[in-house]
């Protein structure tokens, strides 16, 4: 029979909305990371933010559940 290992699965929801507040052409998104299994969320100026935020946080590992 085969083996199961056990897997971590972690889920991200990125949510774009218009930055109305800035004007500057570098920063025209909101953009809202949450990781699923925790609900945590995080709001950033830019796409590079957001997936630095999230190589962060697979790189923790760890998350509240």
Do not use: C
């Not at 889920?11 to 500057?24: D, G, I």
């Amino acid at each position: 029979m085969a083996e199961f290992q056990s897997q971590v699965v972690s889920s991200f929801v990125l949510r774009f909305s218009p930055n109305e507040a800035s004007r500057e052409q570098d920063r025209p998104w909101r953009i809202r990371v949450t990781h699923v299994q925790s609900q945590e969320e995080v709001t950033v100026g830019t796409l590079d933010d957001a997936m630095k935020y999230i190589d962060d946080a697979l790189k923790k590992g760890t998350f509240p559940i």
